[in-house]
């Protein structure tokens, strides 16, 4: 199944980054405990970039919101697209990089623009990130569609594909980064990007990783032992 991921403040990383992962929150968990867990890190670890999964409401903050509506109860997609302004607004104050993800509606596969109106819950949502994808698996169409693409370049046939909808600071959005994906491990190799409509990108990316060198080296073996039985033959 697909998911968006939503990072909600875009910085350049320094050659040497430091990464938290912030732990589950538990269901009496609250916003200013967030805080106060991604202060004391930045302090004691000097953290920069963090990783929050996911995006969901806990009792904790269900009842810190209300609290601060005056007692006014809220629709959970209000309550999500508050959460989403409280995550940007840590990220902003502490200065850090937070990525988080968030579910998807249930019909993402018959939709023919994988964007924002797929995010399930508040479309509020796709306001407050600086940038916003959904990752999802290749189709049989979408092979298709690319074919030309790959042949031309020799590359594989991706597994992946990153729908961008949204990149505040970047030329690339609304489009597709189409992937060769080790899931065993979680690497992810972008080949190439292609606007929505499948017509390619002529943007940089290095189409030359280990993941994709590795597969390329068996083709050429594969294909000089065809060479070489055709000739015994």
Not at 25 to 50: A, Q, V, W
Not at 93 to 101: D, G, L, P, Q
Request: charged share 30%; net charge positive; proline share 4%.
């Amino acid at each position: 199944p697909g998911f968006a991921t939503l990072p909600f403040r875009v910085t350049r990383p320094p050659v040497q980054a430091s990464l938290a992962t912030v732990r589950r929150l538990i269901m009496r968990d609250t916003f200013k405990n967030l805080s106060n867990l991604i202060k004391n890190s930045i302090k004691k670890l000097g953290i920069e970039y963090i990783v929050f999964d996911y995006l969901q409401t806990t009792c904790g903050m269900l009842a810190e919101i209300t609290q601060q509506s005056g007692g006014i109860k809220l629709r959970e997609d209000q309550v999500l697209s508050l959460t989403a302004a409280k995550i940007k607004e840590i990220a902003e104050k502490y200065n850090v990089f937070i990525e988080t993800a968030t579910q998807l509606s249930g019909d993402f596969r018959e939709n023919g623009t994988p964007d924002q109106t797929l995010l399930r819950g508040a479309k509020a949502l796709a306001d407050k990130p600086d940038y916003g994808a959904i990752l999802m698996d290749v189709t049989e169409k979408d092979l298709e569609k690319i074919k030309t693409i790959c042949d031309s370049k020799g590359l594989p046939d991706p597994n992946c594909k990153l729908s961008i909808y949204k990149n505040r600071f970047s030329e690339l959005k609304n489009c597709y980064a189409w992937i060769y994906a080790d899931k065993g491990i979680s690497r992810f190799n972008i080949m190439f990007f292609t606007k929505w409509d499948y017509t390619f990108m002529p943007y940089v990316v290095n189409e030359n990783s280990e993941h994709i060198a590795k597969w390329l080296e068996l083709k050429k073996l594969e294909k000089e032992k065809e060479l070489n039985k055709i000739e015994e033959e």
